[in-house]
């Protein structure tokens, strides 16, 4: 029995690496190392080009490196009834509550206008907000969505969340599936820590943005086909939103002559809100691959239905 790992950069060191160390009784082997793919009983993978899985006969599980997993149903010859996990780590929740929190803080703070002013040598004080007037609502409030929720309350914000179910989150108001209006209509800050799905994907668009507050800032760190870019730009111009920090693109690398590079109401970060570390998820890595020669329940599984 082999585990198989299929990464697009092909990164593979810090992975056989953290994997020996959580289990070294485990035969950890790549596409380029593989010598008899019959043995393959689990795949783990981040961005597989698609097709990767068709030789593996004897596959029982795939899982994703990373909390998201859209790039596994990007795949159309995914394997059918196979088990799929993710990752649900401390750390990829702590990166994101501290990237999250800095967004928020840089905005109501105005630093990026600061910035600005210093590189023209300007001295311009303006007026700012304050975290407890200032209402954050977390579009898709499942694990990271919840840990992000509570730094920011902690910090002071008051905070919202919504999700398909309600959940019971001290001092968060959380709303459901059929309140999305409700919701939208208090979030001067707006993060968007969904999935994307085929329920989720466009779903920040014009529409949406219209329900917000006049003058609302969009943070988006869940994926780029959340947004419909050129609805971003139209709020931005008619100043519905007056700001976005997007984390995450439709095509990554941003390309060069992408329009968001040149405006000052665009705060651009190339994927780095919270990145998976071999060192810390190897050990449930380790497990599932364990549980999946066992016959046992695998942890942090992800529904084929759902998408999510
Ligand atoms: P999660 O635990 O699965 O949470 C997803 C949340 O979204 C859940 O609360 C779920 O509601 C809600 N949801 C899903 N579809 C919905 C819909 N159609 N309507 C309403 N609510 C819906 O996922 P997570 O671990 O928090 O991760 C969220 C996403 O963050 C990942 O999928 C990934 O794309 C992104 N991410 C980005 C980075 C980065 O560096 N930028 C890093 C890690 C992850 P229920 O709970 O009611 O099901």
Redesign the pocket.
């Known amino acids: 029995m082999a585990l198989l790992l299929i990464r697009n950069d092909k990164n593979y060191t810090p992975w056989i690496d953290a994997l020996k160390k959580a289990d070294s009784s485990i035969t950890v082997v790549t596409p380029e190392t593989v010598e008899n793919p019959e043995e393959v009983t689990m795949a783990v993978t981040w961005k597989a080009p698609q097709g990767s899985f068709a030789k593996y006969t004897n596959l029982k599980a795939i899982g994703s490196m ?5 790039h596994l149903f990007d795949d159309p010859s995914l394997p059918k009834n196979i088990s799929l996990t ?3 780590d401390d750390k ?2 702590s ?2 509550q501290e ?1 999250v929190s800095a967004l928020c803080l840089n905005h109501i703070r105005n630093l990026k206008e600061y910035a600005a002013l210093q590189a023209q040598a300007k001295w311009k004080p303006t007026s700012y907000k304050r975290a407890k007037d200032v209402t954050v609502g977390i ?9 992000v929720g509570n730094m920011l309350s902690t910090i002071g914000f008051k905070v919202t ?7 019971d989150v001290e001092q968060i108001t959380s709303y ?2 059929n309140e ?1 209006d409700r919701f939208l209509a208090e979030a001067e800050i707006l993060v ?6 085929d ?2 994907e466009g ?1 920040l668009n014009t529409e949406l943005f219209s329900k917000l507050p006049k003058g609302a800032y969009l943070i988006n ?3 780029g086909g959340h947004l419909v870019e050129t609805d971003l730009i139209e709020a931005l111009n008619n100043r519905q939103l007056s700001g976005a920090a997007l ?2 693109f439709h095509t990554e690398p941003l390309p060069q002559d992408h329009l968001f590079w040149n405006r000052n109401d665009i705060t651009i970060t190339p ?6 570390n071999a060192a810390s998820v190897s050990a449930q890595i380790a497990e599932n691959y364990n549980r999946v020669k066992n016959g046992e329940e695998l942890l942090n599984t ?1 529904s084929s239905e ?3």
């Open positions: 990373g909390a998201g997993v859209d993710r990752v649900v990829l929740a990166d994101m990237f579009l898709g409030f499942g694990t990271l969505g919840q840990a969340g919504w999700s398909h179910s309600k959940k459901s599936q999305l968007c820590l969904l999935p994307l799905t329920k989720t779903i760190v869940a994926r984390d995450v994927h780095i809100a919270s990145m998976s992800v759902r998408g999510y």
